[in-house]
């Protein structure tokens, strides 16, 4: 019987945004709060994101891959814009801005997807380049191929590449 | 009876980029003539593709919202590209040659987006944090939330994010 | 009879950065590997990865034309890095990294594309704007309006836009 069945959302979060982060968690919040099924697919530079900013593990690393992790964001907060300075808007007035708002952060809104049981999958290949580990990220991730991704993908309602 | 149900087109407008802007309208555009029903919601820097040119309100806004708005593009035209200089090519020769080929320019296709009744929406979150009323945008936008948007998207045949 | 119906993926491959070409191309690789029909629809800078390094045909162009032709990349492996330095990762580490764990380059993505028989459609308008030809692309690439995509792409089963 597939009466009833639930509406699915798929983002394939690729780019290491704050700003695009902060969109791809507004859209997974809100689906949740309307009953609707989310999957967040973090590849690329989008892994980021889920780095723990208090867990760094550079034993048994190359050189490339030490300098790769120290150089690159950890975690939500430390993500830059997707334009360095649009318009002369920079990172540090769009935050006061919304704290002007008393809208929440970035990272509230990760806390919110994770409270709400937004599935987190994480790219295999991606963390295999980069020279990342699945002990180095937020515990919800699942490390799954780009097949895994392409069969939730597929069977989704909607799909946005973020 | 569900015979013959038009097919519908979402597009969910983040960046303010003049060529992604472009993108986006070309596809609203094609879609209205196949006879699809579109839907383009602006978020973000996506918004300032729908200012109006000629209405800036400064009144009883905070010196930070002041600064965004005369900081940030008014309309289509003012859009930046999304490379600043890609691989050497800057907005002004872009458009140079899409004048040699007599393309329509980016505010030609918005008037076309109007004038076929392409559903506008324009995302309350966004216009509250950086300080925006519906007053200074064109008159079609309809202000909503994010659900509002998920809604749509989940029911139409096809959603990107641009 | 409609059992059995095949799956299908669109891509909308309108960026021209390395990074999220590659993105794109393990999709298409990974989808053909699972029996779903790929199309891929170039458009803008997205076309620069469909350039055949070795052909460039500059007669009978404009300045401008001769100018961007030789300004902008030519074929997969001169595409740049979607931020041209994001947090200090530029081009050449990525690919030292990615070339220390053995993962295949995105000339190998795009052959391996091609073997498989993902559809190439390249924007006509675009090229149109840019003054490229189809003869300076790889072979397979058929040259349409956002029409045709736009039908490709409603009657898939998931479209993104990279």
Known sequence: MEQEQKQSLNLLM???????????????????????????????????????????????????????????????EALPLSHMNYGG????????????KDAPMLEDFLKGARKKKVKFYGCKLSLDIMGLTKDELIPEVEIVDAQTYLKDALSSNMQLFI
Chains 1, 2, 3 share one sequence.
Do not use: C, H, Q
């Open 14 to 76: 690729f780019s290491g945004d704050y700003d695009k982060a902060l969109a791809g968690l507004i859209l997974a919040n809100s689906a949740k709060e309307m009953d609707v099924d989310v999957t967040m697919f973090f590849s690329f530079w989008g892994l980021f994101l889920l780095r723990d900013p208090d867990k760094m593990d550079l034993e048994g690393k190359s050189a490339y891959e030490k300098m790769f992790e120290m150089m690159t964001p950890r975690g939500p």
């Open 89 to 100: 808007v920079g990172k540090s007035m769009l935050l006061e801005m919304m704290e002007a």
